[in-house]
């Protein structure tokens, strides 16, 4: 069976220069968006928007069922018309007929749902603990799977490729970039398609290790985040000089480093071998510098000078010498003040080439740059790793304590240049990318994972989410449409004293959105994380939870939606009592005792906490509070917490008091 795309070739209408990966190429549009092909999912109960592009003034119309929409192509070559509505029912055909005819067979009339964020979202079928057993068992003529693919994109992209397959096990196997089919909308869309009993279309847009502000639209994030417009800036700065080249620009790093960094100046060098780095500060290496004990470091990115001493043996050639190192996240390294490598890009080995007559023996300096572009940064890797390897294998370990120094804090107002080299990780480019294309496709609501990448920024965050939605919501021109949240599962080692944690403020940011964004909604998978994997494998419950919520708040069926919600607290002698809503039966200590309470007085000093169940409520105390003021739960990247309802589900993690946390800072 031909694409859309492929369908298209042999009479395709316009060209014009789109954005792909950060500068123009010409394209030729199609005179169908590939939104639309055979196996399609429309939009039940609208006027689904269907688009393409066609020679100014051509004359389109578009048949569905029994229904005809026409238009006249604008001046802009695009066209669009709005065709229904649609109940569920037999399938359709569309024809679109104009410069050239296309048919498109098999269409389903049902709900679509856009199923976004970061690598929990993009994460495959086949990564799951039971893959085939799962896929084997795949076979839904009535669910449709459409993968936008990855791309990265300086301005709103007109179209990119894709088509929509039927869910059987070999596209649910094949269609995706990471092992399949996202594994959390199947198993969301798999729910809703058996208890709704209608067709579910599923449009998959996603990247891995992505931040929000990335699909975010540039006029939203600006107009909202003012902090996110020198970069939004430098983008359009990037648009402009491919549009309109500047002869003999200089190098916009060199120009930053110069202007920002006093490490980089010319002529004084803090790679210069003879500086007086006797006041530096130090840290163990490998490590990350946001760990090393400095207040100014922690939770930001910053560009940080390394240096070490090395004595270097008399009696070994000086000669064909690799220095060995992994830097988080990009480095210029210097050996004896000369530049010996640079690379960017931390899952980027390090094997610079020491040139002859750089090492000499005795003392020798080694001064590293490292730019953390994304919390946290540093040297690190295996201790014996970062080396001097000299002639016939053997090797210096410079493990150990080196010198430290801050150059400069890079924040939203004073980013680093960019570079398009398929980075997703700037504002907005994956909007423009992954999202405009599709917009304004009919839709019924969205799923969202993501958030492990401004968990460092979660105050921030309580802003950039609702912003981010309130973009789709504006461009889609469809209404607030249902957004449903993935709460963060728990990752990291469980602290030994409880306290404050970027990934709690997180969660608690993504919480809040639900409270400030109509028809938000949110599953929490507080309970479904692994402590040593930041992608946990149990999709089955993230996608079922995510079901159960639409099913509750979208579609209105009496089902149990979410967990226990922290409702009020009041104080007893030497106690706090809270109160829940969602309660659902009654409350449960999942698996025994209560656990994941602490508990603390004015002095704002947090100990653990006992923790029981009266009824649908909680008392929380400690011998080591006498007068409590305050109580969290579950306040921690990772905790064993077992607090549910009666349903099964688990309760939120919250915060009684309004103290200021760890993310509030510099943006």
Same mark, same amino acid.
């Given at each position: 069976?031909?694409?859309?795309?492929?369908?298209?070739?042999?009479?395709?209408?316009?060209?014009?220069?789109?954005?792909?990966?950060?500068?123009?190429?010409?394209?030729?549009?199609?005179?169908?968006?590939?939104?639309?092909?055979?196996?399609?999912?429309?939009?039940?109960?609208?006027?689904?928007?269907?688009?393409?592009?066609?020679?100014?003034?051509?004359?389109?119309?578009?048949?569905?069922?029994?229904?005809?929409?026409?238009?006249?192509?604008?001046?802009?070559?695009?066209?669009?018309?709005?065709?229904?509505?649609?109940?569920?029912?037999?399938?359709?055909?569309?024809?679109?007929?104009?410069?050239?005819?296309?048919?498109?067979?098999?269409?389903?009339?049902?709900?679509?749902?856009?199923?976004?964020?970061?690598?929990?979202?993009?994460?495959?079928?086949?990564?799951?603990?039971?893959?085939?057993?799962?896929?084997? #068992?795949?076979?839904?003529?009535?669910?449709?799977?459409?993968?936008?693919?990855?791309?990265?994109?300086?301005?709103?992209?007109?179209?990119?490729?894709?088509?929509?397959?039927?869910?059987?096990?070999?596209?649910?196997?094949?269609?995706?970039?990471?092992?399949?089919?996202?594994?959390?909308?199947?198993?969301?869309? #798999?729910?809703?398609?058996?208890?709704?009993?209608?067709?579910?279309?599923?449009?998959?847009?996603?990247?891995?290790?992505?931040?929000?502000?990335?699909?975010?639209?540039?006029?939203?994030?600006?107009?909202?985040?003012?902090?996110?417009?020198?970069g939004i800036a430098q983008i359009q700065a990037v648009v402009d000089q491919k549009k309109h080249p500047v002869a003999n620009a200089k190098d916009p790093f060199a120009a930053w480093y110069d202007k920002n960094d006093p490490g980089s100046v010319e002529g004084r060098s803090w790679a210069?071998?003879?500086?007086?780095?006797?006041?530096?500060?130090?840290?163990?290496?490998?490590?990350?510098?946001?760990?090393?004990?400095?207040?100014?470091?922690?939770?930001?990115?910053?560009?940080?000078?390394?240096?070490?001493?090395?004595?270097?043996?008399?009696?070994?050639?000086?000669?064909?010498?690799?220095?060995?190192?992994?830097?988080?996240?990009?480095?210029?390294?210097?050996?004896?003040?000369?530049?010996?490598?640079?690379?960017?890009?931390?899952?980027?080995?390090?094997?610079?080439?020491?040139?002859?007559?750089?090492?000499?023996?005795?003392?020798?300096?080694?001064a590293v740059r490292v730019t953390d572009t994304q919390s946290p940064g540093g040297i690190y890797g295996d201790p014996d790793g970062i080396n001097l390897e000299v002639a016939g294998g053997a090797k210096i370990v410079l493990a150990g304590n080196w010198k430290l120094k801050l150059g400069?804090?890079?924040?939203?107002?004073?980013?680093?240049?960019?570079?398009?080299?398929?980075?997703?990780?700037?504002?907005?480019?994956?909007?423009? +990318?992954?999202?405009?294309?599709?917009?304004?496709?009919?839709? #019924?609501?969205?799923?969202?994972?993501? +958030?492990?990448?401004?968990?460092?920024?979660?105050?921030?965050?309580?802003?950039?989410?609702?912003?981010?939605?309130?973009?789709?919501?504006?461009n889609f021109g469809q209404g607030p449409f249902p957004f449903l949240i993935v709460q963060l599962a728990g990752f990291m080692n469980p602290p030994a004293n409880p306290g404050d944690d970027a990934w709690a403020e997180l969660r608690e940011a993504q919480f809040m959105t639900t409270k400030?964004?109509?028809?938000?909604?949110?599953?929490?998978?507080?309970?479904?994380?692994?402590?040593?994997?930041?992608?946990?494998?149990?999709?089955?419950?993230?996608?079922?939870?995510?079901?159960?919520?639409?099913?509750?708040?979208?579609?209105?069926?009496?089902?149990?939606?979410? +967990?226990?919600?922290?409702?009020?607290?009041?104080?007893?002698?030497?106690?706090?009592?809270?109160?829940?809503?969602?309660?659902?039966?009654?409350?449960?200590?999942?698996?025994?005792?209560?656990?994941?309470?602490?508990?603390?007085?004015?002095?704002? #000093?947090?100990?653990?906490?006992?923790?029981?169940?009266?009824?649908?409520?909680?008392?929380?105390?400690?011998?080591?509070?006498?007068?409590?003021?305050?109580?969290?739960?579950?306040?921690?990247?990772?905790?064993?917490?077992?607090?549910?309802?009666?349903?099964?589900?688990?309760?939120?993690?919250?915060?009684?008091?309004?103290?200021?946390?760890?993310?509030?800072?510099?943006?």
């Amino acid at each position: 069976m031909l694409t859309l795309l492929s369908r298209a070739a042999s009479a395709l209408t316009l060209t014009a220069a789109v954005s792909l990966g950060g500068y123009a190429q010409q394209q030729t549009r199609p005179f169908v968006s590939p939104m639309f092909s055979d196996n399609m999912v429309l939009q039940r109960d609208m006027r689904d928007p269907v688009w393409g592009w066609a020679a100014p003034g051509s004359q389109v119309s578009v048949t569905v069922g029994d229904k005809t929409a026409s238009t006249t192509t604008g001046a802009d070559g695009k066209w669009m018309v709005k065709v229904g509505p649609f109940k569920v029912g037999a399938p359709l055909t569309m024809t679109v007929s104009g410069p050239q005819t296309v048919k498109f067979t098999n269409i389903l009339v049902g709900d679509v749902w856009i199923c976004s964020g970061q690598s929990n979202m993009e994460f495959g079928i086949g990564n799951i603990v039971n893959p085939e057993e799962e896929i084997s #068992k795949a076979d839904y003529p009535n669910i449709r799977l459409f993968a936008v693919p990855k791309a990265v994109a300086a301005e709103p992209r007109d179209f990119s490729g894709g088509n929509w397959l039927v869910c059987t096990p070999d596209n649910l196997r094949k269609d995706g970039v990471w092992s399949g089919f996202s594994a959390v909308a199947y198993f969301f869309g #798999k729910k809703l398609n058996e208890d709704l009993k209608i067709p579910i279309g599923l449009i998959h847009t996603s990247w891995g290790g992505t931040p929000a502000q990335a699909w975010t639209s540039a006029k939203d994030l600006g107009d909202k985040l003012p902090e996110f417009r020198p970069g939004i800036a430098q983008i359009q700065a990037v648009v402009d000089q491919k549009k309109h080249p500047v002869a003999n620009a200089k190098d916009p790093f060199a120009a930053w480093y110069d202007k920002n960094d006093p490490g980089s100046v010319e002529g004084r060098s803090w790679a210069d071998p003879k500086l007086d780095d006797s006041s530096w500060k130090s840290m163990k290496v490998p490590g990350m510098i946001q760990e090393a004990g400095y207040p100014e470091l922690v939770n930001q990115q910053s560009v940080v000078w390394l240096r070490k001493e090395v004595e270097f043996p008399a009696d070994v050639d000086t000669s064909g010498v690799t220095l060995h190192l992994l830097v988080d996240d990009n480095d210029a390294t210097f050996v004896n003040g000369v530049q010996v490598g640079a690379t960017d890009g931390y899952n980027v080995p390090r094997s610079y080439k020491i040139p002859a007559n750089v090492l000499h023996a005795g003392k020798n300096v080694i001064a590293v740059r490292v730019t953390d572009t994304q919390s946290p940064g540093g040297i690190y890797g295996d201790p014996d790793g970062i080396n001097l390897e000299v002639a016939g294998g053997a090797k210096i370990v410079l493990a150990g304590n080196w010198k430290l120094k801050l150059g400069t804090a890079v924040t939203a107002k004073n980013p680093l240049p960019i570079t398009f080299q398929d980075n997703p990780n700037l504002p907005t480019v994956l909007y423009n +990318g992954m999202i405009q294309p599709i917009v304004p496709y009919g839709v #019924k609501g969205a799923i969202w994972y993501q +958030g492990e990448s401004n968990a460092g920024q979660a105050y921030q965050y309580r802003t950039l989410l609702p912003t981010m939605i309130s973009s789709w919501h504006r461009n889609f021109g469809q209404g607030p449409f249902p957004f449903l949240i993935v709460q963060l599962a728990g990752f990291m080692n469980p602290p030994a004293n409880p306290g404050d944690d970027a990934w709690a403020e997180l969660r608690e940011a993504q919480f809040m959105t639900t409270k400030t964004v109509r028809n938000a909604g949110i599953a929490t998978a507080i309970d479904l994380g692994d402590q040593l994997d930041i992608h946990p494998k149990n999709k089955q419950d993230v996608g079922k939870r995510l079901a159960l919520v639409a099913e509750a708040g979208t579609y209105h069926m009496k089902v149990s939606g979410s +967990g226990p919600v922290y409702k009020s607290m009041s104080a007893e002698a030497g106690a706090i009592r809270l109160s829940f809503d969602h309660t659902d039966g009654g409350l449960v200590a999942k698996g025994g005792d209560l656990k994941g309470f602490a508990i603390a007085g004015d002095d704002h #000093k947090w100990v653990w906490a006992n923790a029981k169940i009266d009824g649908n409520s909680v008392v929380v105390s400690s011998p080591k509070v006498s007068t409590p003021v305050a109580v969290r739960y579950s306040w921690a990247a990772y905790l064993d917490s077992n607090l549910y309802n009666q349903a099964g589900l688990p309760a939120f993690p919250f915060r009684t008091d309004n103290w200021k946390g760890i993310t509030g800072g510099p943006k």
